[in-house]
């Protein structure tokens, strides 16, 4: 049974970066041919799509966030990494992580993990 | 990249059927046979429910089915059950450059 579970800092300031992990448990990153997301909520809004990476490192990312955004695989953890930097409110969110992308749907989601940005 | 376009708010009574719209361009859903279909229960994760239009995963019941044309693709949801109030997101690649999209997501009600 595939689970992914995210970690990471619940509160960030200001213009500093948001790193969060999401551990994988079931299939290894590595050899399984799937893509692995990254997907976020603000309170009370719809689902943004953040971008994803491929088990090869291609990684693609919504173009709204491009500049700030950096998705990594970690295989010797089986787990994959998003970082965001130079945060703002705007960025307060739930955070999920996700396997899958675009052309087959994410199929399996972590329960996902709660960010603030304030001072 | 905008978001496409679903209806705030759809409802129906127990047993009957909702359908649900999600209208984008011809450079997403007019473009490729990649749409998605996410259901989401409050404080939850969203679930896949439908993608590549029509194909549902492993479990989700046949009550659930997807469609397109065009530009618009749309989820029905037959045999409404009190189970189905959910949020409902529908998705689509968009190509290289604009890979994923999202819609603006559906509340639905069962009355």
């Known amino acids: 049974q595939v689970q992914l579970q995210e970690s990471g800092a619940g509160l960030v300031k200001p213009s500093q970066t948001l790193s969060l992990t999401c551990a994988v448990s079931?299939?290894?990153?590595?050899?399984?041919?799937?893509?692995w997301s990254w997907i976020r909520q603000a309170p009370g809004r719809g689902l943004e799509w953040i971008g994803y990476?491929?088990?090869?490192?291609?990684?693609y990312y919504n173009p709204s966030l491009k500049s700030r955004v950096t998705i990594s695989l970690d295989r010797s953890k089986n787990q994959f990494s998003l970082k965001v930097t130079s945060v703002t409110a705007a960025d307060t969110a739930v955070y999920y992580c996700?396997?899958?992308?675009?052309?087959?749907?994410?199929?399996?989601w972590g329960q996902g993990t709660t960010a603030t940005v304030s001072s | 990249q905008s978001a496409l376009t679903q209806p705030p708010s759809a409802s129906g009574s127990p047993g009957q059927s909702v359908t649900i719209s999600c209208t984008g361009t011809?450079?997403?859903?007019?473009?490729?046979?990649?749409v998605s279909w996410y259901q989401q229960h409050p404080g939850k994760a969203p679930k896949l429910i439908i993608y590549?239009?029509?194909k549902r995963p492993s479990g989700v019941p046949d009550r659930f089915s997807g469609s397109k044309s065009g530009n618009t693709a749309s989820l029905t949801v037959s045999g409404l059950q009190t189970d189905d109030e959910a949020d409902y997101y529908c998705?689509?690649?968009?190509?290289?450059?604009?890979?994923?999209?999202f819609g603006t997501g559906t509340k639905v009600t069962v009355l």
């Open positions: 990476i491929y088990r090869n490192g291609n990684n």
């Open positions: 590549e239009v029509t």
């Open positions: 996700a396997r899958g992308g675009p052309i087959y749907g994410m199929d399996v």
């Open positions: 011809s450079s997403d859903i007019g473009e490729y046979n990649y």
């Open positions: 998705s689509s690649h968009a190509g290289i450059n604009n890979p994923y999209v």
């Open positions: 079931g299939v290894s990153i590595s050899s399984a041919d799937f893509s």
